[in-house]
């Protein structure tokens, strides 16, 4: 996979599974619905602001966030290392918010329990056919 492939891999999943480092430094993975939008290296997903992977994000910015498709004869997977940023301005908010997200946060795109996450990679590590290869997406 090419750098290219890898970002139209993951904008056809459905799920994301992001990890975050606990204050005892143990990762920690969470299920994620689909990112917001994917542009130059860059990851969005929204979430709430009360959220104990805020606390994890705002200590210790290192990241992970992992992709996969499951065929019936084939498992391609797609593991990205890099840092998350949590973004509480309302520019940004205001360009990833969605109408649903209302049933969320029910103060709106200013409800201070919505912000957004912001993920940058820095490399990819791509699994299919049983071969690995390492990817960089720092550039």
Do not use: H
């Not at 619905?33 to 709430?48: D, M, Q, V």
């Not at 990241?63 to 019936?72: I, P």
């Not at 360009?95 to 490399?123: H, N």
């Amino acid at each position: 996979m090419d750098k290219a492939q890898i970002f139209q891999f993951i904008s056809e999943q459905k799920t994301a599974f992001i990890a975050s480092v606990n204050e005892q430094g143990y990762p920690v993975v969470r299920a994620m619905l689909a990112p917001r939008k994917i542009e130059n290296g860059e990851i969005y997903f929204t979430t709430n602001t009360s959220s104990n992977k805020i606390k994890q994000y705002s200590a210790n910015d290192k990241a992970c966030v992992y992709f996969y498709k499951r065929g019936r004869f084939k498992y391609q997977g797609v593991t990205i290392i890099g840092e998350m940023e949590v973004c509480t301005d309302q520019a940004t908010k205001d360009e990833i918010w969605r109408a649903g997200d209302k049933m969320f946060y029910k103060q709106g795109v200013t409800d201070p329990d919505y912000c957004v996450l912001k993920f940058k990679c820095k490399s990819a590590e791509c699994y299919c056919d049983f071969k690995i290869e390492t990817i960089d997406l720092s550039n």
